[in-house]
């Protein structure tokens, strides 16, 4: 698992902000993570998470999936766009598209996604406030695996939040997202220094031991 300059090569998608992006680029920068990101790509021309990679002298791409016909064409081109930087590790950092069954096999076992849940609760969308409807004292996000079920791969960590009264969908959204930015460092980490992986039958092992299936839980 080496790139040119001897550290693994890692590909960050993003959609929008990119805060989760900007959290692992710090830490790669600062030799935290001993990774070369060697380019930030988005579906989304105005991401404004692309200015910031920008700013850090990394190289971005847009693949607009508006501008093209059909999910499988956009995601051919997303592949070629990726597959330059001969990655060891794709991190979905809020990357805001389906990706379909032959993307996702394609990374098989190298890329991981991070879903604001404690999954398996609440794959999809609208999560914090699906939380706060079903009246969870507990709240949270976690880092898996992706494979061709939506947020339905194997975890690799999880960190939790207490819901408290008055909590409202973006209060909890963001407390959520500081642990976010604890927690995906920290799988990045891990599989940069190859000490987790994903086996043929979908376990995760670290340091060659399976995990349970929620993962290693970040102490509060
Ligand atoms: C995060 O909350 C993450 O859980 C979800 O999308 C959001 C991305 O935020 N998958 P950011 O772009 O990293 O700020």
């Known amino acids: 698992m080496q790139s040119n300059d001897g550290k693994p090569s890692v590909v960050i998608l993003i959609s929008g902000t990119g805060s989760n992006m900007a959290k692992i680029v710090e830490m790669a920068l600062q030799n935290e993570i001993s990774a070369e990101i060697s380019a930030v790509i988005s579906n989304e021309s105005n991401a404004p998470g692309i200015q910031y990679a920008k700013q850090q002298g990394i190289s971005t791409q847009v693949v607009d999936h508006s501008s093209h016909e059909t999910r499988s064409l956009f995601e051919k081109h997303l592949m070629r766009a990726i597959d330059e930087y001969q990655p060891d590790l794709v991190v979905l950092a809020g990357f805001m598209r389906i990706l379909g069954a032959e993307f996702v096999r394609h990374y098989r076992g190298k890329m991981l996604n991070i879903h604001p849940s404690l999954l398996p609760k609440y794959q999809g969308l609208n ?94």
């Not at 079903?134 to 819901?163: K, M, R, W």
């Not at 599989?191 to 376990?203: A, K, L, P, S, V």
Request: aromatic residues 6%.
């Open 127 to 220: 999560t914090h406030q699906r939380a706060l409807d079903a009246g969870d004292d507990q709240h949270g996000c976690t880092v898996h695996f992706v494979t061709e079920e939506l947020d339905g791969g194997p975890s690799v960590i999880q960190a939790s939040v207490s819901v408290e009264q008055g909590d409202t969908a973006e209060t909890l959204k963001a407390k959520v997202q500081q642990k976010e930015h604890v927690i995906y460092p920290i799988a990045v980490k891990w599989f940069t220094e190859g000490r987790i992986n994903m086996d043929g039958m979908g376990n995760v092992l670290f340091d060659g031991s399976p995990l349970p299936l929620q993962g290693v839980q970040l102490e509060p």
